[in-house]
């Protein structure tokens, strides 16, 4: 299965630890996107990133949160001092930056539990 | 800013009815729309997608949708639903190479 991967699938956390999420996107795809998903509720955008670079970061998005993608392949999401708001979906999904249209390809999500 | 607006939060259906869920954006320039569908357990997935020429769009599993540029709607229709259709449908905007914007999603539930 070459769709986007996610890892891990869920976590478990005392509030205030930190927690790092993986995502890796299909190969060929230049653009990865954060969401941020809780029930009732439908994908919030967290961040995106055209290859190495951070281009959008979203205002609601608070300096907990830090989001990398060193060499333009997989992503890692962290959040430090985990609080129980932050209890939610985390989405990963990609797309090919080459086709203005081409649509996004989402990961099963890891779904964090904050106690 | 972008903005998607889902009216109906909860659709319950016997099978074979007519399914129609109202989609909403507001978007200042030229739009690329998409509704996605999320199989229970299942990630999101492409229905179908308008980028440009004919406003009315077929997507998989019997899906269509029209694009009225007049009404800023995107409304998700199709004419005679199946069980395997409950699910919960998301609409989603983007203006280009930029972040996608998502309604709040809408669940379906058909009754068989």
């Known amino acids: 299965d070459t769709g986007v991967s996610q890892d891990p699938r869920h976590k478990i956390t005392k509030r205030g630890q930190n927690v790092t999420f993986r995502c890796d996107p299909i190969s060929e795809h230049n653009r990865l996107y954060w969401y941020r998903q809780t029930l009732g509720q439908g994908p919030e955008f967290l961040t995106y990133f055209q290859n190495e670079a951070q281009l959008e970061k979203s205002r609601l998005l608070s300096d907990r949160f830090s989001a990398e993608r060193p060499k333009g392949s997989f992503s890692t999401l962290e959040i430090q001092r985990t609080e129980q708001g932050d209890s939610a979906m985390y989405l990963c999904?990609?797309?090919?930056?080459?086709?203005?249209?081409?649509?996004?390809?989402f990961g099963n999500g890891t779904r964090l539990t904050v106690t | 800013a972008q903005s998607v607006s889902q009216h109906n939060h909860h659709v319950i259906l016997s099978e074979a009815a007519s399914l129609e869920l109202g989609c909403n954006y507001s978007y200042g320039g030229t739009v690329n729309l998409f509704w996605y569908v999320q199989y229970p357990g299942q990630h999101l997935q492409l229905l179908l997608k308008y980028f440009s020429g004919d406003p009315l769009v077929k997507g998989i599993k019997g899906f269509e949708a029209e694009f009225i540029k007049s009404k800023f709607s995107f409304n998700l229709r199709k004419p005679s639903v199946q069980w395997s259709d409950t699910a919960e449908y998301f609409c989603?905007?983007?203006?280009?190479?930029?972040?996608?914007?998502f309604g709040t999603g809408t669940k379906l539930q058909v009754i068989p």
């Open positions: 999904a990609s797309r090919q930056g080459t086709t203005v249209n081409s649509p996004l390809h």
């Open positions: 989603a905007v983007t203006g280009g190479y930029q972040k996608v914007t």
